[in-house]
Nanobody, 127 residues
Framework: QVQLVESGGGLVQAGGSLRLSCAASGLTFSSATMGWFRQGPGKEREFVATISRSSGGITRYADSVKGRFTIARDNAKNTVYLQMNSLKPEDTAVYYC???????????????????WGKGTVVTVSS
């Protein structure tokens, strides 16, 4: 059974930083394209960032987070991270981890056919 468990969310002031973690189990982590998505209050879920399988040589970001967020993976720890800097109130959302061993980063960024999802961690950015 695949499990994705997010952690690291919390309350932070605008301009601050947080690092989210997603620990994966039940799948061959190094073979999985990993991603982060978020759903803000009253909004639809949206793509944030994704990283390719294996060495993670390909990353993609939503325009709204480029230059502020960084996605990274540690295959030895079966964990993907999202470093979030220069946080803004509009970054407030539930952040979800996603995984799939059979899609590309391009497909994941389009939120198409993603097999596995975590339950989310809440990030609140105060102004």
């Amino acid at each position: 059974q695949v499990q994705l468990v997010e952690s690291g969310g919390g309350l932070v002031q605008a301009g601050g930083s947080l690092r989210l973690s997603c620990a994966a189990s039940g799948l061959t982590f190094s073979s999985a394209t990993m991603g982060w998505f978020r759903q803000g209050p009253g909004k639809e879920r949206e793509f944030v960032a994704t990283i390719s399988r294996s060495s993670g040589g390909i990353t993609r970001y939503a325009d709204s987070v480029k230059g502020r967020f960084t996605i990274a993976r540690d295959n030895a720890k079966n964990t993907v991270y999202l470093q979030m800097n220069s946080l803004k109130p509009e970054d407030t959302a539930v952040y979800y981890c996603a995984a799939d061993t059979s899609i590309s980063t391009q497909t994941m960024s389009a939120q198409r056919s993603i097999k596995y999802w975590g339950k989310g961690t809440v990030v609140t950015v105060s102004s």
